[in-house]
């Protein structure tokens, strides 16, 4: 399994971006994935995650009402969209991925991409 990610980059203060996973692998539906954020100096966080139908989604409160999260398990991809951007969301933005039909935020993940860099100026 590979994850890269894209669609990182630098926004002003209530701007958006689109990141992108792109899933290679056998049985792409079959993994819950998620994107994990880990600022200069802090713990990663899991701010959001998607069951493999697509059907369950979590987010952390820091970003809920901002950030979606969604998947195509047609193109392999998972997205999360990411509006009204505050400087503390500056990170780096991992994907990452576990094969779970049951995958709750408490789980771990076992693949993981390279991470996209997210800088939000004030």
């Known amino acids: 399994v590979q994850l890269v990610e894209s669609g990182g980059g630098l926004v002003q203060a209530g701007g958006s971006l689109r990141l992108s996973c792109e899933f290679s692998?056998?049985?792409?539906?079959?993994?819950?994935v998620g994107w994990v954020r880990q600022a200069p100096g802090t713990e990663r966080e899991v701010v959001a995650g998607?069951?493999?139908?697509?059907?369950?989604?979590y987010y952390s409160d820091s970003v809920k009402g901002r950030f979606t999260v969604s998947r195509n398990n047609t193109s392999n991809r998972v997205f999360l969209q990411m509006n009204s951007l505050k400087p503390e969301d500056t990170a780096v933005y991992y994907c990452?991925?576990?094969?779970?039909?049951?995958?709750?935020?408490?789980?771990?993940?076992?693949?993981w991409g390279q991470g996209t860099h997210v800088t939000v100026e004030s």
């Open positions: 998607i069951r493999w139908s697509g059907g369950g989604t």
């Open positions: 990452a991925a576990e094969l779970s039909l049951k995958w709750t935020p408490g789980d771990s993940f076992n693949f």
């Open positions: 692998g056998y049985l792409f539906s079959s993994y819950a």
